[in-house]
């Protein structure tokens, strides 16, 4: 009777329909994350792996001065990012959300098509124009001023360059959060007393706050993992963790080393994500579980 | 009259300065490449000197018809199965309410969590090692799989949570089967989702970068040639090859775009 | 209009004595004026309503009061303060809104406490108000609950509470029962009075229910095109409406109108599509002229034909019966003359002998009824 029940069920046709894609990612992405994992714990020979248990890779990782200076530094990167994409999009997926009218949809849209263009071409882009030859430069020098050191091969450029790919997500994400948003509750503010930015505090960013934080994680995690655009934009002493950890994939093949090193940026986007949605309080977000037509 | 508008509209206009500062931001930079990838003074193109010979070093780039012939399978078998669970999934998940409900959409999500270059090494290792496929198109291809299934599945939830699933309970009232339930009624109106979604996903795969190139070895498609011809310094045939491929894009979006203002859907547009 | 800024000026420092005063507002919108005209006065502890139709500008004229729509012309005083150019978080007042606007990711107490935190009051002092409050609105103990987890009436209550917790100059009302139902809203009609009798504070409500207007208000304002129609006492309005559109906004469901065929004394005899009517005159009407009477049901009587006992006076008419429903105190009576017109008469029921598709009298006294010259506006 129960299974005759299950089999009508409605949970029976979500799963029959959901299951074939969630088990294709549950192999073909969590199963391989898992033998990293497990790689990490073994040692690389002549570009075998042996599957001798050890922490060496973790060790080394650690306590070695260079390893650790490119952790924080990608650390350190990520979260200016990061934090600068939020502060520059907020006003503007804002302003779309709340001023576009008709045109909401095509301005997200221009937002988010550069994205598809390819990191690789984006970052050459962004190259032809920072670089010592690059315009900025060309046309400091064409009328007559020095070219800009901070903006070539530098951190700075990095950071620009990363900011570049991933704010399109910031945008969207907080976009689609305030799509939902009850402008109206401003007007409720500011006749109780509040001011512009006070409503915005009170009543706006905490509405929003989840979007905000997908955003974040949208942002952060690639840009913890970035390799591309350090390697084009950074210079010589531009690398960042992306790079090291890619360097062991590279000629050297020491994949177990490259297989900590991944386990550990893992980690660290993650624990990021989880501090961050830890300050999500669903009773204090105007979460309601709802969908339409429920 | 009142500096409650004077407030307001200063807030308004510091907004949309920022607006327009992000797009030329955005834009700049992939024009000026279009630009470029039609001169021949590239690094100070003013006044510019018309040529296509960047165009026509692309061509005759070794691998090039390779590579672009890859990169079109990949981002063509990508998107198939990207699209097909994905659609299944939302239909399933937003149709039917069920207590798996949101692991499910999490676990769908969880790709995006992930960073490219996790996917392409841990990718790179389990096939070469557990599954004994390293350096085949087909190991890309899923590897591409497991991302753009994410992507795709955003795509079509942000559509379908509009769609009203009492209009499925209805066709059943009048005698409609589940098939033609989802032939007559839901079909015809979340078709352009999934195509946005197809859409989505054979870009994203087709200008992939970081997962394919782990996964392909020697196998050439065009980021990676790209890639390859990057190291030794900028090569202009790339700017003829982002402009290319800019293009492409663009006539896929505003194509989408059409459909979408002609049709009848809306991604995440609410009309007040 | 220098003078008048003087004068206005001058009555600026006198004006204290009233809670709200709006000089000649004007409001456009492209080629709209919502408002047009408008200076209204309202004292401390007045219960104001403002009614009208959709599109009347009563919406507007509210939100230039609070300062969410800025005056194209003209002045706003609150509290004796000439407020025109200040943002609606400068002008302290309170606000119930339609749509309740709770923040949802707040818990009641601190929707409550908003604007007490916004001035930045002592968490002791905010204490205080809060139990002041909630005990008004008796809603002691839901202070951390979410609005999500309330019935429709308590999300009203929160929201009044919220308006008046500040103590504030005025409290305006948009509708605010409009989302309630039925049984609802009449429980909140009652409460209403007994808040504003409680606290003293003036309550400015727009509605367009003016059911809701003659419960709950001591003065009205019928608002029509963006500008007030007429402005007074709710019986004043009721009993003397000076327009047709007043007339007819303030429930007179019967309309008579015709052309005058000769004038006696103070009366017109209109022929009412056959009929012949007596009615008082409007203000200079002459024969030939189109009339437009307006007369409450209440004041008609129903009786079975030959029946009727009439007051001196009255005008007495056959009628066929086609539909009664019983209101409890009385029944509607829905008629129909031998000139095809149809007529509601509010009576008392009566089962036995008056009985649908059946012959009765129809009787009214000619003073009972409004006229207003017809000109054409319908």
Not at chain 1, 197 to 202: P, V
Request: with cysteine; aromatic share 14%.
């Amino acid at each position: 009777m129960a299974v005759k029940q299950f089999l009508h069920s409605k949970d029976l046709k979500a799963l029959a329909l959901s299951l074939p894609g969630a088990l294709f990612i549950i192999f073909f992405l969590f199963l391989p994350l898992a033998t990293i994992v497990i790689y990490s714990f073994w040692r690389t020979e002549s570009y075998t792996m042996i599957a001798d248990w050890n922490l060496n890779n973790y060790l080394t990782i650690l306590t070695t001065k260079t390893y650790l200076t490119f952790l924080f530094r990608s650390l350190a990167m990520s979260l200016a990012v990061s934090f600068i994409s939020l502060v520059y999009s907020w006003p503007v997926a804002y302003y779309i959300a709340k001023y576009g009218g008709r045109y909401r949809l095509i301005l997200t849209m221009l937002t988010a098509a550069p994205f598809f263009t390819g990191i690789l071409l984006r970052v050459t882009a962004m190259q032809q124009i920072l670089g010592p030859i690059g315009v900025v430069n060309m046309f400091l020098s064409n009328i007559g001023l020095k070219p800009l050191h901070l903006l070539m091969y530098s951190h700075y450029a990095t950071a620009l360059g990363l900011i570049y790919l991933w704010i399109p997500f910031m945008v969207l994400a907080i976009y689609l959060s305030l799509l939902t948003f009850d402008f109206k509750l401003l007007d409720a503010a500011m006749i109780n007393g509040a001011s512009p930015l006070r409503a915005f505090w009170e009543v706006t960013l905490p509405l929003n706050w989840i979007g905000t934080c997908i955003g974040l994680a949208l942002v952060f995690i690639p840009t913890f993992a970035a390799t591309i655009t350090p390697k084009f934009l950074g210079g010589v002493n531009g690398a960042l963790y992306g790079n090291i950890l890619a360097h062991q994939f590279g000629s050297t093949g020491t994949w177990a080393l490259g297989s900590a090193m991944g386990v550990l940026m893992f980690t660290i986007s993650s624990l990021f994500v989880f501090i961050v949605f830890k300050t999500v309080n669903l009773n204090r977000s105007g979460y309601t579980g709802q969908i339409a037509g429920e | 009259m009142a500096s409650i508008n004077h407030q307001a509209s200063a807030l308004k206009t510091g907004q949309v300065v920022l607006l327009v500062l992000l797009y030329i931001f955005l834009y700049f930079p992939l024009l000026f490449i279009t630009y470029d990838s039609f001169v021949h003074n590239i690094i100070w193109p003013f006044p510019p000197e018309w040529t296509l010979e960047w165009y026509q070093k692309l061509l005759g780039m070794s691998d090039f018809h390779a590579g672009l012939k890859n990169s079109f399978y990949i981002g063509l078998f990508t998107a198939i199965p990207a699209t097909l669970f994905s659609t299944a999934a939302v239909i399933g998940l937003l149709k039917y309410r069920t207590r798996w409900r949101g692991g499910m959409i999490l676990l769908y999500i969880s790709p995006l969590f992930v960073p490219g270059l996790l996917i392409g090494i841990s990718t790179l290792m389990f096939n070469a090692n557990v599954m004994g496929m390293s350096g085949k198109l087909i190991s890309a291809i899923i590897a591409n799989t497991t991302e753009d299934i994410a992507f795709s599945f955003l795509v079509i939830l942000a559509q379908l949570v509009r769609y009203d699933w009492r209009m499925d309970e209805a066709a059943m009232v009048f005698g409609a089967t589940p098939a033609q339930v989802f032939w007559e009624v839901t079909l015809p109106t979340i078709w352009p989702a999934i195509l946005g979604s197809f859409l989505v996903s054979f870009i994203l795969a087709f200008n992939n970068l970081e997962i394919s190139y782990y996964n392909l070895g020697a196998i050439p498609t065009l980021p990676t040639i790209a890639w390859g011809s990057l190291r030794h310094g900028i090569k202009p045939e790339l700017f003829a090859l982002a402009t290319v491929i800019n293009m492409l894009v663009f006539t896929a979006i505003a194509g989408l775009f059409f459909l979408i203002q002609t049709g009848m859907v809306r991604f995440g547009y609410r009309g007040e | 209009m220098d003078t008048n800024k003087f004068l206005y000026f001058f009555k600026d420092m006198q004006t204290s004595s009233y809670a709200l005063q709006l000089v000649e507002v004007e409001k456009q919108f492209g080629d709209v004026r919502a408002v047009d005209n408008v200076s209204l006065e309202v004292k401390k502890g007045e219960f104001f309503a403002l009614l009208g139709p959709s599109g009347s500008g009563k919406t507007t004229l509210l939100r230039i009061i609070a300062g969410l729509e800025s005056a194209g012309k003209g002045s706003v005083f609150i509290g004796g303060k000439n407020v025109t150019q200040n943002p609606p978080y400068a002008r302290g007042i309170g606000m119930v809104f339609q749509d309740f606007l709770l923040f949802p990711h707040k818990t009641v107490g601190e929707n409550i406490a908003f604007p007490l935190k916004m001035k930045k009051m002592s968490p002791t002092h905010q204490q205080e108000q809060l139990n002041w409050v909630l005990d008004l609105v008796r809603m002691k103990g839901y202070e951390d609950r979410f609005p999500n987890q309330l019935s429709g009436g308590q999300k009203q209550r929160v929201a009044l509470a919220r308006g008046l917790v500040a103590r504030p100059d005025i409290l305006l009302l948009d509708e605010p029962l409009a989302n309630l139902d039925r049984e609802l809203r009449k429980e909140m009609e009652v409460e209403m009075r007994r808040f504003q009798a409680e606290i003293d504070i003036p309550f400015v409500y727009v509605t367009h229910n003016q059911e809701e207007a003659l419960t709950l208000s001591n003065r009205i304002a019928v608002m029509k095109d963006g500008h007030f129609e007429q402005v007074g006492d709710k019986l004043e309005l009721y009993d003397e409406p000076k327009t047709a559109f007043v007339a007819s906004f303030l429930g007179l469901n019967n309309t008579i109108s015709g052309e005058v065929l000769r004038q006696e004394n103070d009366f017109s005899f209109i022929d009412w599509k056959g009929i012949e009517l007596k009615i008082p005159t409007p203000n200079g009407i002459k024969p030939g002229d189109r009339i437009a009477y307006y007369l409450r049901s209440e004041k008609m009587h129903i009786n079975p034909l030959g029946k009727n006992t009439p007051v001196d006076g009255s005008i007495v008419l056959a009628a066929r019966l086609r539909d009664i429903i019983f209101k409890g105190q009385y029944s509607d009576y829905f008629v129909i003359l031998d000139n095809d017109e149809e007529m509601v008469i509010s009576d008392v029921p009566d089962i036995e002998s008056l009985k649908i598709g059946g012959k009765v009298d129809v009787s009214w006294l000619p003073s009972s009824g409004f006229s207003f010259a017809a000109d054409g506006e319908e």
